[in-house]
């Protein structure tokens, strides 16, 4: 299949204008669409309504297109916040799927994928004889421990834990925010995200001693539930402290971020206003 990839806004949404240049350069073919709920470098929720729109405007009727909803982390998260996008098979999307080791917190890697049953229809019509039910699967052998730990996490949880945690994780991304704005590092926290995109660190040991994932001059902080205001205020501390040495006597100087989070986000010297 021929892959086409799609321009971003600053966000890390989908940008709708390059999709309806790219959808109108191939009228010809049917589309299979991925659209993130929490992209991973800077948790962009892609705005499912409009590339439907845009979709249906390029002339794509609703046999012609497919739409995977990839939710690893924050499409769980997504679901226990108030006045949010929804991301719904009343809707015209055909899969959705979640991580279940990333906020659901399962010790072993494994996911759940949600199909619509027309798809997948005659991979479920006949048993797999030597399991004696129905199965998807490739292999007609799947993990049996990854749903045993799931329904567990989820149960002995419960429904308040998991909103209470969401809620946690997002003002505590808020703080970090704030924080990192205040030491006058340029930074970018999308309104639905637990994912702080802030200025790369000049010190690889640094980078590793916070485990930080990096993107050219960007990292991440992923605010998941064991992240505290007390361990931000110690990363901040070291942060600071080595900021300092970084760039002392002007020699050096931070970064400029602007093509990465915004002219309004970075505080480079060219853009400190
Ligand atoms: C948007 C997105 N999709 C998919 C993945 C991969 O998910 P998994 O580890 O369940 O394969 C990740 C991150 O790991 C991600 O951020």
């Known amino acids: 299949m021929e892959c086409n990839v799609i321009e971003t806004l600053i966000s890390g949404e989908i940008d709708c204008g390059d999709l309806t240049f790219r959808l109108l350069q191939n009228k010809d073919k049917p589309v299979i669409m991925n659209i993130n709920i929490g992209t991973t470098v ?4 892609d705005d499912l309504d ?8 390029c002339g794509f009727q609703r046999n012609r297109f497919y739409i995977h909803c990839d939710g690893a982390l924050f499409g769980v998260m997504l679901p226990f916040l108030n006045q949010v996008p929804q991301i ?4 015209p999307i055909d899969s959705v799927s979640v991580s279940g080791h990333k906020f659901l917190g399962c010790p072993l890697p494994c996911g759940v994928q949600m199909v619509r049953m027309k798809h997948i229809g005659g991979a479920l019509s006949k048993d797999v004889e030597y399991i004696a039910s129905r199965d ?9 421990h990854a749903p045993v730990f799931l329904w567990y996490n989820l149960s002995l949880k419960g429904y308040n834990w998991f909103e209470k945690e969401v809620r946690k994780c997002l003002h505590n991304a808020n703080y970090l925010k704030g924080q990192l704005k205040k030491a006058g590092v340029s930074v970018m926290l999308n309104k639905l995200s637990n994912i702080v995109v802030f200025e790369r660190p000049q010190d690889d040991g ?5 485990q930080l994932s990096c993107q050219g001059n960007v990292a991440h ?3 998941m539930p064991n992240v505290t205001i007390k361990m931000l205020d110690s990363f ?5 402290a080595k900021r300092f040495m970084w760039f002392k006597d002007g020699g050096n100087q931070p970064p400029c971020v602007a093509s990465q989070i915004g002219k309004e986000n970075c505080v480079c010297p060219l853009h400190k206003c």
Not at 42 to 45: E, L, M, P, V
Not at 50 to 57: F, H, S
Not at 206 to 210: A, C, D, P, R
Not at 236 to 240: G, Q, R, T
């Open 50 to 57: 409009l590339v439907v729109q845009t979709l249906k405007e």
């Open 42 to 45: 800077k948790g962009a929720i």
């Open 88 to 91: 719904t098979f009343k809707k």
């Open 221 to 223: 902080v992923a605010v």
């Open 236 to 240: 901040m501390d070291e942060l600071v």
């Open 136 to 144: 998807a699967t490739i292999t007609g052998s799947r993990n049996g």
């Open 206 to 210: 640094f980078i590793q001693h916070w």
